[in-house]
C-alpha cells in the first residue's frame, strides 16, 4: 500500500497538542502524608488544649504528630547510626524528646510538625525536579503500529504490496529493523528512517527547530516528534532504550545522583560538626547542671542549643541549585553528565573549539574537482566516493553525496582503514586509494590555489601516486559568530580554534565568526597538546568538539562538550556534556547557568551560617525561646531549598541565554 492510499483510508487527524509533563501530586509522596498527618494532629492537640479539653485527649494526639513526623527520621538515624554516622536527622528527634521529656511538649511536637514538613518539601522538590526531566521521555508514544509482510510478500516503496499486517505493540519492544506506521497527527514511536511517505513533522522537542520539518524517503526522524498531516512508514534504527529522548533521561537523571565537590565537602565535615555539636550540647546541659543551675532549664537550653545549631540547612545549601540547574539544561537540550561538570563548567576561562561539525553545519559540499594526469574528473571524484564510503567523517559523506549527485558508479573498495586526522585508505578496482589531508603534498599548485580561496584541500593518491584534488568548503553555523562573543565575554579572553583544516580555511572561517587565536593542520594529538598547554598557562578550558579525532582534546580539557547529532561516539563518550540539539548558542547558556547555580550555592550556605550564627549567640547569650528556634532552624532550611529550586524555572534559562550571570 502506497502512503497515497493510507491518506486516503485514514481521515487526516489534526495534530495532536503537545502533551504537559506529568508533576508529582504532593500527597502522592509518603513524606507529605506523613507530615501532613503530624500537622494535623498538631493542630487538633492545640485546639483542645486552647478549649481546656482533658490532658489526656491533647496528650495523645501530641504523641500522634510526634510519631507520625518523627519516625521514618529516626528509623533512619538509628539505621546510620549501626553504620556508625550520626544523622542530622536523628538529632532533631533526640531534641524534640528531650523538650518533652522537661514538660515542652508543644514545642517539641512543632519541631517536629515543621522537620516533618521541611522534609516533606525537600522530597517534593527533589520530584519536581525529577518530573521536568522525565517528562520528556512523556513525549514518547506507549504504543506504535507496527507492519509485518503479509502473505503477499514484498512489494512497494517500502517492500509492501498493501497487505501487510499491523498490530498494535508497545513501543519498547521495537526492534531495530522493524517498520511502524505513523499516521498524521501521531507522535513518532522511534528513532528511525522514512522508508515511504512524506509528511512534516514538529520536531522542537529534539532539534529545536521553531517550524516543521519536511520529511521524505531516507530522512531521519526521532522517537516522540509529532508527525503532521502525511503517513509515514518509518524503520526503526535504534533501540528503544537508546532514542535520542531516552538518552537524555538516562544521562539526566544518572547526573542527578552525582555529588559536587562543594556538596561532597559539605558532607565530609558534616559528621565532624555533628559529633562537635552533641559534645557541645553535653557540656552546655552538664556545666550549668554543676554550677547550680536547675535540670529542666539546662536541659531546655541544650535542646535549643542542638536545634539552631544543627547543618540542615548547611547540608541542603549545594545540591539543589546543581540538580535544578541539570534538569534545566537537559530540557533545553544540553545533557550534563553529572552535577561535578555542572559545577565545572562554570570555573572555564579559556575555551578551544573544533572548526567541522563545530562551528560549520558540518555537511560540507564538493566545489572543485582537479584531476591529475590521465584521471578523469569523473574518475578521480568516484575513486575517491568508493574509498571514502565507509567513513562518518563529514568531509567523507560530502565526497559520496557528490559522486551521487553526479550519478556515478562507485565501485566497492575492501580493506578500509581509517587515521584519525589524516584520513582513509582502501583498495579500489586492485589499487591503492589514499584520500586524505594532502601532507607532503601540500605545496601542490592544485593543493595551494584552493587553500588559498578558504576551501579544503582533499588529496587523491593512487598507488602513492597523485591523482588530483577536490576542494571542499562547509558553512559556518547561524549561532557561531554570537557564541564565540558570548564565550569571550564571560571569559574575558577570545576562544581558540584548533582545527586539523588548513590554516587558510581556518583563518577564513576565524574572520566569518571574529576568532583571532587560529591553529590549523593540528593532528589530534597536536589538539589535546594544544589545550594541555593552555592549562599549563593557568587556564581552566572548555574544550567544544564533534569528531573521533577532538576526543584526546575534550579528554584533556577542563571539561569538554561534544555536538550531540554531529557528534562522533567517541567523542559523545569522552565529553562532560553533550549538545543534543547542535545549537552553539548553548554552550555559553550552560556556563552562565552554572555560574548561576554556584552563586545561589554561595547564597544559601551564607543564609544557613548567617541564621545558626545569630540563633546560637542568641541563645547562648540569651534567653532563647525554643518555639523561635525552631522557627528559625526550619524556616532557613525551607528558605535555603526552595532559593535552590529556582534555576528549574524557564526564566532561568532565558537569563541564561541572555548570559546574564546574576
Keep these: 500500500m502506497s502512503a497515497t492510499t493510507l491518506t486516503r483510508a485514514t481521515a487526516p487527524a489534526p495534530p495532536a497538542p503537545p502533551s504537559r509533563p506529568r508533576r508529582?501530586?504532593?500527597?502522592?509522596?509518603?513524606?507529605?502524608?506523613w507530615a501532613a498527618g503530624s500537622l494535623a494532629a498538631f493542630l487538633a492537640a492545640l485546639a483542645l488544649q486552647f478549649c481546656g479539653a482533658p490532658g489526656w485527649a491533647s496528650a495523645t494526639l501530641y504523641a500522634a504528630a510526634y510519631a507520625a513526623g518523627g519516625w521514618e527520621p529516626a528509623l533512619a538515624g538509628l539505621r546510620a547510626l549501626r553504620e556508625r554516622t550520626l544523622d542530622v536527622d536523628l538529632l532533631m528527634v533526640v531534641a524534640a524528646l528531650g523538650a518533652a521529656a522537661i514538660g515542652q511538649v508543644l514545642d517539641g511536637a512543632l519541631l517536629i510538625v515543621i522537620f516533618a514538613t521541611s522534609g516533606a518539601l525537600e522530597a517534593l522538590a527533589t520530584a519536581r525536579t525529577a518530573d521536568s526531566v522525565r517528562g520528556l521521555l512523556d513525549l514518547a508514544p506507549a504504543t506504535a503500529t507496527r507492519l509485518r509482510a503479509g502473505p503477499g510478500g514484498p512489494g512497494g516503496v517500502d517492500g509492501s504490496d498493501g497487505s501487510d499486517a499491523e498490530e498494535s505493540v508497545p513501543t519498547a519492544e521495537l526492534a531495530v529493523g522493524d517498520t511502524v506506521l505513523v499516521r498524521p497527527g501521531e507522535r513518532i514511536g522511534a528513532d528511525g528512517r522514512v522508508l515511504d511517505g512524506a509528511s512534516d513533522v514538529d520536531q522542537a522537542t529534539i532539534t529545536g527547530e521553531p517550524l516543521p520539518a519536511a520529511k521524505r524517503p531516507g530522512d531521519q526522524v526521532f522517537a516522540g516528534t509529532l508527525n503532521g498531516a502525511g503517513v509515514l512508514r518509518v524503520r526503526v534504527e535504534r533501540d528503544p532504550a537508546d532514542t535520542v529522548i531516552a538518552r537524555i533521561v538516562a544521562m539526566v537523571e544518572e547526573a542527578s545522583e552525582t555529588k559536587a565537590p562543594t556538596q561532597l565537602f559539605v558532607e565530609k565535615i558534616e559528621q565532624r560538626y555533628a559529633a562537635v555539636l552533641v559534645a557541645a550540647t553535653l557540656l552546655l546541659f552538664a556545666v550549668p547542671l554543676a554550677l547550680g543551675a536547675g535540670t529542666a532549664d539546662a536541659l531546655l537550653r541544650a535542646m535549643t542549643f542542638m536545634i539552631v545549631a544543627s547543618p540542615c540547612a548547611v547540608v541542603l545549601a549545594t545540591m539543589p541549585p546543581l540538580l535544578s540547574a541539570i534538569a534545566n539544561a537537559g530540557r533545553h537540550g544540553v545533557l550534563v553528565k553529572s552535577a561535578v561538570v555542572m559545577e565545572r563548567l562554570g570555573q572555564a576561562d579559556a575555551v578551544a573549539l573544533d572548526k567541522t561539525g563545530t562551528l560549520t553545519e558540518g555537511t560540507p559540499r564538493v566545489t572543485e574537482v582537479h584531476p591529475l594526469g590521465a584521471t578523469t574528473a569523473g574518475e578521480l571524484l568516484a575513486l575517491a566516493a568508493a574509498a571514502e564510503h565507509p567513513s562518518e567523517h563529514p568531509l567523507a559523506r560530502a565526497v559520496v553525496a557528490a559522486a551521487r549527485e553526479r550519478g556515478l558508479a562507485v565501485p566497492p573498495a575492501t580493506d578500509f582503514t581509517a587515521t584519525p586526522g589524516v584520513g582513509v585508505r582502501a583498495v579500489v578496482d586492485g589499487a591503492v586509494v589514499a584520500v586524505g589531508a594532502p601532507g607532503p603534498y601540500r605545496d601542490h599548485p592544485a593543493v595551494t590555489a584552493l587553500e588559498e580561496d578558504g576551501r579544503t584541500a582533499v588529496l587523491v593518491l593512487r598507488d602513492g601516486e597523485p591523482a588530483g584534488v577536490l576542494g571542499l568548503a562547509d558553512r559556518p553555523r547561524a549561532?557561531?559568530?554570537?557564541?564565540?562573543?558570548?564565550?569571550?565575554?564571560?571569559?574575558?579572553?577570545?576562544?581558540?580554534?584548533?582545527?586539523?583544516?588548513?590554516?587558510?580555511?581556518?583563518?577564513?572561517?576565524?574572520?566569518?565568526?571574529?576568532?583571532?587565536?587560529?591553529?590549523?593542520?593540528?593532528?589530534?594529538?597536536?589538539?589535546?597538546?594544544?589545550?594541555?598547554?593552555?592549562?599549563?598557562?593557568?587556564?581552566?578550558?572548555?574544550?567544544?568538539?564533534?569528531?573521533?579525532?577532538?576526543?584526546?582534546?575534550?579528554?584533556?580539557?577542563?571539561?569538554?562538550?561534544?555536538?550531540?547529532?554531529?557528534?562522533?561516539?567517541?567523542?559523545?563518550?569522552?565529553?562532560?556534556?553533550?549538545?543534543?540539539?547542535?545549537?552553539?548558542?548553548?554552550?555559553?547558556?550552560?556556563?552562565?547557568?552554572?555560574?548561576?547555580?554556584?552563586?545561589?550555592?554561595?547564597?544559601?550556605?551564607?543564609?544557613?551560617?548567617?541564621?545558626?550564627?545569630?540563633?546560637?549567640?542568641?541563645?547562648?547569650?540569651?534567653?532563647?525561646?525554643?518555639?523561635?528556634?525552631?522557627?528559625?532552624?526550619?524556616?532557613?532550611?525551607?528558605?535555603?531549598?526552595?532559593?535552590?529550586?529556582?534555576?528549574?524555572?524557564?526564566?532561568?534559562?532565558?537569563?541564561?541565554?541572555?548570559?546574564?550571570?546574576?
Excluded: C, Y
Excluded at 508529582?24 to 502524608?33: G, I, N, Q, S, Y
Excluded at 550556605?605 to 541563645?619: C, E, K, Q
Design 24 to 33: 508529582t501530586r504532593v500527597f502522592a509522596l509518603p513524606e507529605a502524608r
Design 479 to 662: 549561532q557561531a559568530a554570537g557564541a564565540v562573543r558570548a564565550l569571550a565575554a564571560l571569559t574575558a579572553r577570545p576562544p581558540v580554534l584548533l582545527t586539523g583544516d588548513n590554516p587558510r580555511a581556518a583563518a577564513r572561517l576565524a574572520a566569518d565568526v571574529g576568532l583571532t587565536d587560529v591553529r590549523g593542520g593540528l593532528l589530534p594529538h597536536e589538539k589535546a597538546a594544544a589545550v594541555q598547554d593552555l592549562a599549563a598557562a593557568g587556564r581552566r578550558v572548555l574544550m567544544v568538539g564533534d569528531g573521533v579525532n577532538d576526543a584526546p582534546a575534550l579528554a584533556a580539557a577542563h571539561t569538554g562538550v561534544a555536538m550531540g547529532r554531529a557528534g562522533s561516539d567517541l567523542a559523545l563518550e569522552t565529553a562532560d556534556a553533550v549538545l543534543v540539539r547542535d545549537e552553539l548558542a548553548a554552550v555559553p547558556a550552560v556556563v552562565a547557568l552554572s555560574r548561576r547555580a554556584r552563586r545561589l550555592v554561595v547564597q544559601n550556605l551564607v543564609i544557613a551560617g548567617t541564621a545558626i550564627t545569630l540563633l546560637v549567640v542568641w541563645d547562648l547569650a540569651g534567653t532563647l525561646p525554643l518555639p523561635l528556634g525552631v522557627a528559625g532552624h526550619e524556616g532557613s532550611t525551607v528558605i535555603v531549598g526552595l532559593n535552590g529550586l529556582r534555576l528549574l524555572r524557564e526564566r532561568a534559562w532565558r537569563r541564561a541565554l541572555g548570559n546574564e550571570e546574576g
